[in-house]
């Protein structure tokens, strides 16, 4: 049993939202012991962070939760484009990806549920979160961490865990209490979102943004004949308690000039977006992911799946650690990774946002006479190029994502690959195949819980073999067969070679040959100690 129920324990987790459970069902899956604790009463109970993105699902589907995601969710059929209440563009986006992931589309799947996706999985492997726990102080000698809480009956208790991780969002205690910068933006016009029942012409496949002078609005299908409605105000609402439902209700209708009912509304929400960063996301072993180490505007939906591969990333890195399977310095590449990775992307989503946002006068006239344009002339042209909607895919759902190695580039093993070919630091691209009669891609053959190292070879070598059990590593042998041409052409391997895979999916090092030498010595220095 991976959780632990006592004072002391090797890894503590504060905050039970997406980011912390996601870590607690990492940390399961490789047996560490932990405990989530949450100072809410329950979880999430509305749509919150709604867009899934394939990176999300690919991760799940280690974790074998991708299946019940997709049916409890919507997959969007394509993306219509409204100018006070007509349609003026349309893109299908149902199978936007196709090639590129075994998940090419956006999944709509609210945070309530994906939640309990995570909390059923926790469950079966005998875990639960500790709720109404609050995190009261902590302080770190050189062996461990020493934390005081506040249990449910009132009364405090003291946690003795190796590692902390602040999962506690972006008011988070943990990095207050560490003295981390969060520094960034806070827009001054607010947005709102609703969820509720919702009547109107509108398809229950299809995502909708309607843009007018006066407003922006997203209209989200959810199950059950629901609807998420996310939008911004014109110029002379800018303070939020004085924004009722009713005057969002009524005032859609008229800034948008759109016919619709609403009715059981179950989340009304009016907030101002922000865009920050924690200059730090490690300090000695306390760590920060998802919103306690980023937050961003909700343009792109990137938020919570980037705090998702926070924690994927951050957790089998502690797991190898804490078993001893690699050095304490493995946990370095977390901070040089993860820290500010959506920064590149936000730098668009701010554009786009101040846009949607903005009442500034010349703003208005761009959104309604440019803008209108390029919807109009220019985008159905970037519609039907194959080109831009992949790049779009590969930039939207998070499976671009890349890393510079922690080592120095083995030239000598680089020159035999062409530029097309996915290089260490980059994830390995999904491939459909056929091996041994069954068939497979290269994301299923993968161990989410060990090193694989991906053979391409007619049999396996004795070093190979050697360093394969050395190592504890998972050791999958491809022959060279017209079945696995394509996984091979692909890959760039001519005639034999290896590919070593981390749990996470990203590609560690790799070789156009079968010689272990570099291999052997990549891993005895970086990753995995020799004696155990």
């Not at 934390?147 to 003291?158: I, S």
């Not at 761009?366 to 194959?386: G, Y």
Request: proline letters at 4%; hydrophobic letters at 35%; one cysteine or more.
């Amino acid at each position: 049993m991976a959780h632990s129920p006592h004072n002391t324990t090797e890894v503590l987790i504060v905050g039970a939202g997406p980011t912390g459970l996601m870590m607690a069902c990492q940390l399961a899956l490789h047996q560490v012991s932990f405990r989530i604790i949450d100072k809410n009463t329950a979880s999430s109970q509305n749509s919150g962070a709604l867009i899934v993105q394939a990176r999300t699902l690919e991760i799940f589907e280690q974790l074998g939760i991708a299946s019940e995601a997709i049916t409890e969710g919507i997959i969007a059929d394509k993306i219509d484009v409204l100018y006070n209440g007509e349609k003026i563009a349309s893109t299908s986006i149902k199978d936007i990806g196709r090639n590129l992931s075994q998940f090419p589309f956006l999944l709509m799947l609210e945070q309530s549920k994906t939640e309990q996706l995570m909390l059923k999985f926790l469950e079966k492997h005998g875990c639960n979160v500790e709720r109404n726990v609050r995190l009261n102080s902590f302080e770190e000698d050189e062996n461990r961490i020493i934390t005081g809480v506040t249990m449910p009956d009132g009364y405090e208790q003291t946690i003795t865990s190796k590692y902390l991780i602040g999962a506690d969002g972006s008011r988070s205690a943990v990095r207050n209490s560490l003295n981390i910068p969060f520094n960034g933006i806070s827009y001054p016009m607010p947005i709102f979102i609703i969820d509720c029942g919702f009547i109107s012409r509108f398809s229950s496949e299809v995502i909708y943004f309607d843009f007018s002078k006066k407003s922006v609005a997203g209209f989200f299908p959810l199950r059950n004949q629901r609807w998420r409605v996310d939008g911004s105000f014109p110029g002379k609402a800018k303070k939020t308690n004085n924004i009722t439902l009713e005057t969002v209700t009524k005032g859609l209708r008229n800034w948008n000039n759109l016919n619709f009912d609403l009715h059981n509304t179950e989340w009304f929400s009016v907030s101002h977006s922000q865009q920050k960063y924690a200059r730090n996301i490690r300090i000695g072993n306390c760590f920060l992911a998802g919103d306690s180490a980023h937050v961003n505007t909700p343009v792109g939906a990137q938020g919570m799946n980037t705090g998702l591969q926070d924690a994927h990333n951050l957790a089998w890195k502690m797991a190898f650690v804490l078993k001893q399977k690699a050095n304490p310095e493995l946990l370095d590449s977390y901070s040089t990774e993860r820290l500010g990775i959506s920064k590149g992307f936000a730098q668009y989503a701010d554009a786009i946002f101040r846009l949607v946002t903005n009442t500034n006068l010349a703003v208005r006239l761009f959104r309604t006479f440019v803008l209108k344009s390029f919807f109009k002339r220019i985008f159905p042209k970037l519609e039907n190029n194959e080109k831009s909607r992949l790049m779009f895919f590969k930039s939207i759902s998070q499976i671009d994502i890349h890393y510079k190695p922690n080592y120095n580039t083995y030239k000598d093993l680089e020159k035999p690959f062409s530029r097309e070919t996915p290089k260490p630091g980059y994830r390995l691209p999904y491939i459909d195949f056929t091996y041994e009669n069954k068939n497979t891609n290269s994301h299923q053959i993968l161990n989410a819980s060990a090193y694989t190292l991906l053979v391409f070879a007619e049999e396996l070598t004795p070093e190979i073999q050697s360093i394969s059990d050395k190592y504890e590593l998972t050791t999958v042998l491809l022959k060279h067969l017209p079945e696995t041409d394509t996984i091979y052409k692909i890959l760039g391997i001519a005639h034999t070679g290896y590919y070593l895979i981390r749990p996470d999916m990203y590609i560690e090092i790799r070789s156009a040959t079968t010689d272990t030498e570099n291999l052997n010595s990549h891993l005895n220095r970086l990753l995995l100690k020799i004696d155990r």
